[in-house]
């Protein structure tokens, strides 16, 4: 049967996917459009099955904050290639994903998979899109907060995103948090605080201390004291409110956020990058 330019234009600006595909598609929907969106669908449910062993270590970072600031979301939607990664379709689709991740702003990534993409899921989307792009993609991670104020930052065009929370409100504290959030991204934190770091990194890093101590000749009644102080230091590196200000490193995190407010601190980040 003949198929119109304007049909397969049609159908083109409704999936994304190539006019040869489309046309495609169309020829072996008998013309129905419905069909052939289903037609192109499975041909992403294909291709995801054959190319489910790759890597998809490029994408796209998107972080978002709804209208009063309250509530973030970031997440990561990889693909094989720097290529797509860089089509601004790709990145729009990101985008969009992230948007109704902060609209119904759900629990799980699963359950974001699940929510409505126009009249789709978002998890059938991505299906459809493999079809049309030809790579394995993925939503690989989705982060949420909530908190009196909520800030993001987006780094190295969208190969990392930080979603941070705030205990006060305003334009200073948003402006501070900012900031902090950069600090996140350059220095990459493994919790807010020494007491949010995880029992079994701390003792992991006591035994890496004792190890280096007693391989350097340390005699065994310092081995212990010598681990401690190693301890303190990668608190001092590694938690956001220790760690020097990357702008101001005569002054830690947790003593800049004080010089804009007095009670002010970090109640959580989230930090997504690419890899």
Known sequence: MSISAAEVKKLRDH??????????ALKEANGDFDKAIEVLRKKGQKLSAKRADRDAKEGVVMALVNDDKTKGVVIKL???????????????LAEK????????????KEDLL????????IGEKITEQIGVIGEKLELAKYERMESEQVVSYIHMGH????????NKAGDEVEKAGRDVA???????????????????????????????????????????????GKLNKFFKENTLLHQAYVKDSK???????KSVSPDLTVTGFKHIELG
């Open 15 to 24: 999936t994304g996917a190539g006019m040869m595909d489309c046309k495609k």
């Open 78 to 92: 990889s693909c094989e290639t720097d290529f797509v990664a860089k089509n601004d379709d790709f990145v729009q």
């Open 97 to 108: 994903m992230a948007s109704i991740a902060l609209d119904a702003f759900p629990s799980t």
């Open 114 to 121: 699940n929510q409505k993409f126009e009249e789709i899921t």
């Open 159 to 166: 190969k990392a995103g930080v979603i941070l929370g705030l």
């Open 182 to 228: 950069m600090q996140v991204a350059a220095m990459r934190p493994v919790s807010v605080s020494k007491d949010d770091v995880p029992q079994e990194t701390i003792d992991k890093e006591l035994e890496i201390g004792r190890e280096i101590a007693l391989k350097e000749g340390k005699p065994e009644n310092i081995v212990d004291k010598i681990a401690q």
């Open 251 to 257: 002054m830690t995190v947790e003593q800049y956020l």
